[in-house]
């Protein structure tokens, strides 16, 4: 659909102007104009994010306040590595920079959409763009709008410049590199330069949620969430490795989202309209949703494919691990639309430990839940990453540091709150090494992992027999039909239990140490939740 300019993004007077053009048309023009495009055998549109495969945090700006008063923007952020500053005098540059380029485009596309499932919190998303690919990434991640909705769709609450094909200028004074990512929170604006990364959008717009929500009383999360029959609801925190995907994933239980989420006084929503999976090491046969939701309308991105019969490599990483797909939720057949949902039941943070020390699972207190949740823990196992030759503690706060606005204290005491409030239970589970860390011991095996998740969904484990861990404090669950008692209690499975007491407390002096980057902000019931070192 064409429309006329004036009517729709002030300062872009130029280009023709597609505003939500359907998925046939962003494949026509992606076709033509967009060198490395093609269709794939399943019908999916591949792809190439340029010389950039991945975010780049080290280039993400935030806006700081214009006021200069301390009661403002300044006082609200969590300033730092993930949060660092720039002048409106460069933001201002750099929109005005993308502007430009936008001017000198022949189209442009804007998608106007929601983000959020309830009506009472979504926000309104502008995006414009210039390749068709970022737009149909955009309208898959995001929740359209009716042709009615559309109509009234008025001003958005967040507009989204993407002139990624264009470098930024080095010489503002903020940031030296060609890449800029800049998020103004007061204006609700975010400006992409440098990079095509479509990733760069989605977790962009995230970051708005993450800090306007809170404002609200309201717990931005990112994890997935799925539903039982009965209507109970589960989310799933963990890092990349841990298995939140594949255990989200559970064909007897309807998919709410697979990443970002809200809960508000009436239950969980999706932020999003799609999901955003990761294809590396893709198997239909292990992971049969995702695959078969790779057709038409789906974005692959940077996978390698048969020239001739267009066949998808999933295990081909040439030209990145990081190969993604993007696809509308509707794609999954037990995908529970509108993707909303009660007050969960349970909540799972999920940890891989590769030093065998914590036990497969375990039932936190609030207390103990805010101080794991601001952790985000879990290990990086040799030969997954250049440079690792043996585990390495990982903590990222809040299971997404990346994304955060307000000091992680914020969104744990608002998850403590609505735990409290709906008696929520909250587990800690080990998908790592068992009987010994990585290169000793075991894998902790998926079915077992399952039984687990199953237990925690049918009400099971709550009647199961639990122990204190002297070290940690949480409640170790000691016995569960279908698991060895032995690995249920983790020092009972190390032939040298001397050994396991030192790996677990060295294990424990890294939970401290990572603690205090937190602790300025956080209070002493939460510091107090955390291990003692033996």
Not at 147 to 176: K, V, W
Not at 307 to 333: K, W
Not at 412 to 430: C, F, P, Q, S, Y
Request: charged residues 20%; hydrophobic residues 35%.
């Amino acid at each position: 659909m064409v429309v006329p300019q004036e009517l729709m993004v002030p300062g872009i007077d130029q280009p023709e102007v597609f505003r939500n053009p359907s998925p046939a048309t962003l494949y026509e023009y992606a076709l033509k104009y967009e060198s490395g495009t093609v269709i794939t055998a399943q019908g999916a549109l591949s792809v190439r994010s340029g010389a950039k495969t991945g975010r780049s945090p080290n280039d993400k700006r935030i806006v700081r306040s214009r006021d200069g008063d301390a009661k403002g923007i300044d006082h609200d952020i969590w300033w730092g590595d993930v949060n660092r500053p720039c002048s409106e005098f460069s933001f201002a540059m750099n929109r005005e920079r993308a502007i430009d380029y936008l001017n000198t485009r022949d189209r442009v596309f804007v998608v106007d959409a929601f983000a959020g499932w309830d009506a009472r919190y979504r926000l309104k998303v502008r995006t414009i763009c210039e390749r068709a690919y970022h737009a149909l990434f955009i309208s898959n991640m995001l929740i359209l709008p009716s042709a009615e909705e559309l109509e009234t769709f008025g001003t958005p609450d967040i507009t989204l410049y993407n002139a990624g094909r264009f470098p930024a200028n080095g010489h503002t004074g903020d940031n030296p590199s060609k890449t800029n990512v800049s998020i103004d929170l007061e204006r609700g604006e975010m400006v992409i330069l440098g990079t095509e990364y479509a990733g760069e959008m989605k977790k962009g717009i995230f970051t708005f949620l993450n800090y306007r929500m809170p404002k609200k009383g309201v717990l931005s999360m990112h994890c997935s969430a799925n539903e039982g029959e009965g209507g109970d609801v589960c989310l799933f925190f963990g890092l990349s490795g841990t298995g939140k995907t594949t255990l989200s994933a559970d064909s007897t239980r309807r998919l709410i989202g697979d990443d970002e989420h809200c809960w508000t006084p009436y239950g969980v929503f999706n932020i999003e309209g799609g999901c955003y999976a990761k294809c590396v090491g893709l198997d239909p046969k292990k992971e049969p949703e995702i695959f078969s939701a790779i057709r038409f309308g789906t974005v692959l991105e940077n996978v390698v494919f048969d020239p001739i019969q267009r066949a998808v490599d999933y295990s081909d990483t040439r030209i990145t691990e990081n190969t993604r797909c993007s696809y509308p939720i509707g794609y999954i057949d037990n995908a529970r639309i509108p993707c909303t949902g009660a007050h969960p039941r349970n909540i799972v943070f999920l940890t891989c430990d590769a030093f065998g020390v914590l036990p497969p699972v375990s039932r936190l207190t609030s207390e103990q839940a805010m101080y794991h949740f601001i952790s985000g823990y879990t290990a990086k196992i040799a030969g997954t990453e250049q440079g690792v030759s043996e585990p390495q503690a990982t903590f990222s706060a809040c299971f997404g540091a990346a994304f955060l606005v307000w000091h992680p204290s914020r969104y744990a005491e608002l998850l403590a709150e609505l735990i409290d409030r709906h008696g929520t239970k909250v587990w800690l589970v080990n998908t790592g090494w068992t009987a010994g860390g990585y290169g000793e011991g075991e894998r902790i095996p998926l079915t077992i992992t399952r039984r687990i998740i199953n237990a925690i969904h049918s009400g099971v484990l709550n009647t199961m027999p639990g122990r204190c861990d002297p070290v940690f404090g949480f409640e170790v669950k000691t016995a569960l039909p279908g698991v060895p008692g032995s690995m249920l209690w983790p020092e009972d499975s190390w032939t040298d239990r001397t050994r396991y007491r030192h790996a677990k407390a060295e294990l424990a002096r890294l939970f401290q140490g990572n603690f205090t980057t937190c602790a300025p902000g956080s209070s002493d019931a939460i510091w107090d939740a955390g291990p003692a070192c033996a």
